[in-house]
């Protein structure tokens, strides 16, 4: 008859040899096949159904034994995007899931980026293709429920390195982009800002876009945002080429007098105020200059072809500064 400890030796022995046999079995790859598969395991998918789909997709053979080996993991699997090989052992695809070593997706949004810059990046990164990027951001339904009152996510995705991972939809990535917008508007300085000028979220990106794409020193920023509060509080036009070219959609090349003439809810030259919406997505150095804008009187200001500008108080002098750097930016043509 066995002594109890007899028995418990044989029962750790059979352990171990089961444990043993189990690591050996999970370590041998299931084909010699190099190609990769694309696995999508989305959140709270349980691990018998990641089981069948691997085993579906020749990864795998037995699920219960990459569920046995996924308890070193405590069977918490990262959901996300895997590039699996089918050369691959159990061991191998369950320690790459479970320290979640899934594909990441970079989306890159430049100040001054407008839709269209950002639909090509989105494509380009593989995150979804240009048209479906705009058509989910000019989406009714889509733009209610983020609470825009507006026809696109024209300058509501701030500028920012965003890392995608597909075990989200997209719409719900792009949602979290929207959201750091009205993250950065809850702060006091902003909301003041807007408080003393009787701007809303809209109308202060609607200026921000036109200063971003105005200003290429942030030191500037607050002097043309000045020249803009001017020309707004005296009726006047603000007579800014970006939002002309925005509205007609001509981004190559130089305005032209076609393009001052088209009559969109863009053109700044053909009425008073604000146009119907931002030209981009401003940084929050723009933002902020919208805001506060420095306490000058201009009214007017011209590019000196070195990316700074110079500004003026009447037409007169503005004309001057106009002919005078417009000779100088020909010349350098010539």
């Not at 691997?54 to 895997?82: D, H, M, Q, T, W």
């Not at 909301?191 to 942030?218: C, P, V």
């Not at 001509?250 to 809810?265: C, E, H, V």
Request: aromatic share 10%.
């Amino acid at each position: 008859m066995l002594t109890r400890q007899n028995r418990n030796t044989i029962l750790i022995a059979v352990a171990i040899f089961v444990v043993t046999q189990t690591f050996i079995f999970a370590s041998i790859p299931n084909n010699t096949d190099r190609d990769s598969v694309a696995i999508l395991v989305k959140s709270g998918t349980g691990l018998w159904e990641i089981a069948d789909k691997l085993k579906k997709n020749g990864l795998i053979r037995y699920p219960s034994l990459f569920v046995l080996c996924s308890l070193a993991y405590r069977g918490r699997l990262l959901a996300g995007e895997y590039e699996l090989r089918k050369d691959m052992s159990i061991i191998e695809i369950v320690a790459k899931m479970g320290r979640g070593e899934r594909n990441i997706y970079v989306l890159k949004i430049l100040e001054g980026h407008n839709l269209y810059n950002i639909a090509e990046m989105a494509e380009k990164s593989g995150i979804m293709g240009s048209d479906e990027f705009l058509r989910l951001a000019r989406d009714p339904g889509f733009l209610k429920r983020l609470g825009i009152k507006a026809d696109s996510l024209e300058g509501y995705l701030p500028p920012d390195t965003y890392y995608y991972s597909r075990e989200i939809s997209t719409d719900h990535f792009i949602e979290r982009i929207v959201k750091k917008t009205f993250k950065n508007f809850a702060k006091e300085d902003i909301k003041r800002g807007m408080e003393n000028l009787k701007f809303d979220t809209h109308k202060t990106l609607i200026l921000a876009s036109i200063i971003e794409k105005e200003a290429r020193l942030k030191e500037e920023k607050p002097v043309i945002s000045a020249v803009f509060h001017n020309r707004l509080k005296q009726g006047m036009s603000l007579d800014a080429d970006p939002t002309v070219i925005y509205g007609t959609g001509n981004f190559n090349g130089p305005i032209t007098r076609s393009d001052l003439s088209t009559p969109t809810p863009y053109n700044t030259y053909k009425f008073p105020g604000l146009p119907k919406g931002p030209i981009c997505n401003p940084d929050r150095n723009s933002i902020m200059a919208a805001l506060y804008p420095a306490s000058v009187d201009y009214l007017y200001f011209v590019s000196k072809n070195d990316g700074t500008h110079v500004f003026s108080k009447d037409m007169n002098d503005h004309n001057r500064y106009v002919a005078m750097y417009q000779r100088a930016k020909n010349a350098k043509k010539q």
